[in-house]
């Protein structure tokens, strides 16, 4: 079965630091789902790539899928407090709606 | 605006008790789902539902049930609750008319089973 495995688990950030998170799959991904979670709460859906090489932007945070589709990578420029929760990746791997998720990264940001 | 919700928010309840949560969405979306997230574990698949009179087991479906009267509701039951059932629940919703489409998430529900 495919899996989703994110690093790092949790990072802690200043205030206007750029930082990175990775998701890397299993398998081939046809489809790959960005979600923040803020603590207590259910997952805000961020962004969605499904083609190898794609990349997508919303404010500060960028997502990219790379060539063989089996690596995506969250980055956030001049990172604020409000971007601090969980941020979980997300894909269906059978095509069938069936999402599978990683165990999320935790990030905090310092102010 | 269309939403998805679920009720309660919290729930205290008692080992054997039966125990059911409820998950409305507003989307007209066919598939509807359950989760539950437990630290070390993520999120993992409870039950899911393609349409109504339509129900699939998930991941983790032992000791839960649901069912699908409409398109609307995907009500989830512990059928006698046990402390492992301990959790937090999120219900969501996608269109399943397109490869590829993302699902929308409820607030959760936080279970204790005492």
């Known amino acids: 079965s495919q899996e989703l495995e994110q690093s790092p688990q949790s990072l802690i950030v200043q205030e206007g630091k750029n930082l990175t998170i990775n998701c890397t799959s299993s398998k081939t991904l046809y489809g790959l789902y960005w979600y923040k979670q803020k603590y207590g709460e259910g997952l805000i859906f961020l962004m969605m790539l499904q083609k190898g090489g794609e990349e997508k932007s919303h404010e500060k945070i960028t997502a990219k899928l790379d060539e063989k589709k089996q690596q995506s990578s969250l980055h956030i420029t001049a990172s604020q407090p409000s971007h601090a929760g969980i941020y979980l990746c997300g894909a269906d791997p059978s095509g069938t709606y069936k999402y599978i998720f990683g165990t999320g990264t935790r990030l905090k940001v310092l102010a | 605006d269309a939403e998805i919700t679920q009720s309660p928010r919290h729930k205290i309840t008692e080992t054997g008790r039966q125990v059911t949560l409820a998950c409305h969405q507003t989307w007209n979306h066919n598939n509807m789902f359950w989760y539950r997230q437990d630290l070390g574990h993520g999120l993992r698949l409870i039950h899911y539902s393609y349409g109504v009179q339509d129900t699939n087991k998930g991941e983790v479906s032992d000791g839960y049930s649901v069912s699908r009267s409409n398109t609307e509701d995907l009500p989830l039951t512990l059928e006698s609750a046990a402390s492992s059932q301990t959790s937090v629940y999120f219900c969501?919703?996608?269109?399943?008319?397109?490869?590829?489409?993302?699902?929308?998430f409820g607030q959760g529900t936080r279970l204790t089973v005492v």
């Open positions: 969501a919703s996608s269109k399943g008319q397109l490869m590829n489409t993302e699902a929308f």
